[in-house]
């Protein structure tokens, strides 16, 4: 035999051995090794009783609003607050230059003292010629006017009066008070400035902000829900301010306009609120969740374990075998960072909530702690 062809048939044992311990290296695997446990995250279908909720964006509106105006003319003088500032209901806002307004009742009270003088000798007059014509020494003409002058003079007095209660008034409104408790807007006045009597531009807005409303809107298919609720109990509303840590405001439905609006075939509600903390601010938008009844023994699974197939809604439920199984679910309306399910599940049923995209039915998995 050759060299060369002991050297080709030397070649040919070592690929054969080489096969062979290929081969039967993949035998081993097929026969023993399994494919590895798929990581995931799992939750638990809890069961709680659930609010019956809508949930729409609302808009916060003062309880009141004034526009507050002179009801004289005057100059003003002093103003006792900044704007911005929480006033109380009579506080002392503005003053006006009392001093025109105090010499119009001086003047309205000497008018009246003049009149009643002249008035008391009109009296006398009526009974002198009264007596003179009961003696038959005076003419019917000298009593009857005598008798209109002291009548005359008895109105003109009584209208004195009136003049000087007016002129009192006024004197009283060159103080101007503040008619609400709530928070001022912007001054549109300053000291030394010539107030107009009822002036087209208020001096200040005060908006009242305890309580205060929510305003919002719901689709007029619901109105049914709401009234017939409305009927067994008083209903509650929630007013969350988006991208706010805090927990809300609680307060209660007070109002149902009385028509829907035909443009967008929606009615407006009202939640009223005590706002004791001031978080709620006219002019903000919110989400207002209005309570209707409470569903109980609902079924919750997080957003995240519900999947869309072409059946519908479905969950990767965790068996206690370790093995994943896919389960079509029906679900209802989202409830926080969860979603209501109403049929498919069983309290207690662990889903998985993360990892879906590497599982197929009858898949193993393995429970992560964390993501």
């Known amino acids: 035999m050759s060299r060369a062809t002991r050297v080709k048939f030397c070649l040919i044992a070592v690929l054969a051995a080489a096969l062979a311990c290929s081969a039967c290296s993949r035998g081993e695997e097929g026969a023993t090794g399994a494919p590895p446990a798929v990581p995931v995250l799992v939750a638990k279908v809890v069961q709680k009783n659930v609010p019956n909720q809508l949930i729409e964006i609302g808009n916060v509106e003062p309880f009141s609003t004034v526009n507050v105006k002179a009801r004289v003319e005057g100059q003003l003088v002093a103003i006792h607050f900044k704007e911005g500032d929480y006033v109380s209901k009579g506080q002392v806002l503005f003053n006006l230059d009392p001093r025109p307004l105090e010499a119009a009742l001086h003047q309205a009270q000497a008018s009246l003292g003049r009149d009643q003088a002249q008035d008391l000798q009109a009296e006398a007059d009526e009974r002198r010629y009264a007596f003179l014509l009961k003696e038959g020494v005076g003419s019917q003409q000298q009593y009857d006017q005598a008798h209109a002058t002291a ?131 006219p002019g903000q938008f919110v989400s207002a969740s209005l309570t209707l009844n409470w569903i109980e023994n609902a079924l919750l699974v997080p957003s995240q ?67």
């Open 305 to 371: 374990a519900v999947e869309t197939g072409q059946q519908g809604p479905f969950v990767f439920v965790v068996g206690s075998d370790m093995k994943v199984t896919t389960r079509p679910i029906v679900t209802g309306a989202p409830f926080q960072k969860d979603i209501l399910v109403r049929d498919g599940l069983n309290a207690g049923e662990a889903v998985v909530t993360d990892g879906q995209l590497r599982l197929t039915p009858g898949a193993t998995v393995r429970i992560k702690t964390s993501l």
């Open 151 to 281: 009548g005359a003079l008895r109105a003109t007095v009584a209208a004195d009066r009136a003049a000087v209660e007016t002129a009192r008034l006024n004197l009283q409104y060159a103080e101007i008070h503040s008619p609400i408790d709530g928070r001022t807007g912007s001054l549109q006045v300053h000291a030394g400035d010539l107030i107009k009597a009822d002036a087209d531009t208020p001096m200040v807005v005060i908006n009242q902000v305890q309580p205060i409303y929510v305003e919002f809107s719901i689709p007029e298919a619901r109105l049914a829900d709401v009234r017939r609720n409305m009927a067994t109990h008083q209903l509650e509303v929630d007013a969350t301010i988006p991208g706010s840590q805090d927990t809300g405001e609680h307060g209660v439905l007070s109002f149902v306009d009385n028509a829907v609006d035909k443009t967008t075939g929606t009615i407006m509600l009202k939640g009223l609120f005590q706002n004791e903390n001031r978080r709620l601010w």
